[in-house]
């Protein structure tokens, strides 16, 4: 059993910053993908940047050089750093885990962004 947990979410003005992370616990393999998703009210969730544990990793374009994902693997720990944030960025951010064709998440955490 694996499970994430998520901190770092808030209120925040247009322009600003957030710092999101996440550190899974349990049975984590050495080889995984660890990623971030939003849901806004009313849409379906979608994809914000993703991270393997050698290090590639994609961004949606909508979020490109304004967020920056990374992973601490020793801690078994994604961050995402979102600069620039825009309204359109407020969402709940949803961590997520996939190992041996498993997906995992978090409860997710909240960013408002406020114009």
């Known amino acids: 059993q694996v499970q994430l947990v998520e901190s770092g979410g808030g209120l925040v003005q247009a322009g600003g910053s957030l710092r999101l992370s996440c550190g899974a616990s349990g049975s984590i393999l050495r080889i995984n993908v660890m990623g971030w998703y939003r849901q806004a009210p009313g849409k379906q969730r979608e994809l914000v940047a993703r991270i393997t544990s050698g290090g590639s990793i994609n961004y949606a374009d909508s979020v490109k050089d304004r967020f920056t994902i990374s992973r601490d693997n020793a801690k078994n720990t994604v961050y995402l750093q979102m600069n620039s944030l825009k309204p359109e960025d407020t969402a709940v951010y949803y961590c997520?885990?996939?190992?041996?064709?498993?997906?995992?998440w978090g409860k997710g955490t909240l960013v408002t962004v406020s114009s």
């Open positions: 997520n885990l996939e190992q041996y064709g498993l997906g995992y």
